[in-house]
T-cell receptor, first 114, second 112 residues
């Protein structure tokens, strides 16, 4: 079990630029989640996939955000035309429905928009 | 919308004192999961409670799930400096999509 892997771990970008984060879930986990966390708050749900299907998107996920999981394995989260309010930690998590859906988080990708 | 409320927001204790954080949901939960996040770190899974009234223990940590599956608590006996961090409860909704809804967390600091 190699755990959930995310990269890059840190990203500083100028406002208006696009950024992409990658997540590699625990192997064999069929569900993959993206959360966003700001300082002093709990993680907020953004979206989740079961295999390659994106089953739910939060209203937090504006049209500048897009997530994909093309082959049901790794996933990418792209933010277009970044804004300062996008600065946060983006957490990826995965789970296996057969095991009670315990959700395991990666170490997160910190985004700072300047 | 569905909410998970957690109290207190902060707790400062002397090393050796006990600590409890409480979690309440506005809706019935399928299960509840507890996580610990160290400063600068990511949420680390502690435990999952599924059954109504369930109680689980991990060394000095005791987790409870309410009879109505709407509330939960985490109690730490005789805190140690290694317990420092933010403790989050997260409820898995019984209806609708399979997503965890997190509480705001309780930040525990300890005076050695």
């Amino acid at each position: 079990d190699t755990g959930v892997s995310q990269n890059p771990r840190h990203k500083i970008t100028k406002r208006g630029q696009n950024v992409t984060f990658r997540c590699d879930p625990i192997s064999e986990h069929n569900r993959l989640y993206w959360y966003r966390q700001t300082l002093g708050q709990g993680p907020e749900f953004l979206t989740y996939f079961q295999n390659e299907a994106q089953l739910e998107k939060s209203r937090l996920l504006s049209d500048r955000f897009s997530a994909e999981r093309p082959k049901g394995s790794f996933s990418t989260l792209e933010i277009q035309r970044t804004e300062q309010g996008d600065s946060a930690m983006y957490l990826c998590a995965s789970s296996l429905t057969r095991r009670g859906n315990t959700i395991y988080f990666g170490e997160g990708s910190w985004l700072t928009v300047v | 919308g569905q909410q998970v409320m957690q109290i207190p927001q902060y707790q400062h204790v002397q090393e050796g004192e006990d600590f409890t954080t409480y979690c309440n949901s506005s809706t019935t939960l399928s299960n509840i999961q507890w996580y610990k996040q160290r400063p600068g770190g990511h949420p680390v899974f502690l435990i999952q409670l599924v059954k109504s009234g369930e109680v689980k223990k991990q060394k000095r940590l005791t987790f409870q799930f309410g009879e109505a599956k709407k509330n939960s608590s985490l109690h730490i006996t005789a805190t140690q400096t290694t317990d420092v961090g933010t403790y989050f409860c997260a409820g898995l909704l019984i209806q609708g999509a399979q997503k965890l809804v997190f509480g705001q967390g309780t930040r525990l600091t300890i005076n050695p």
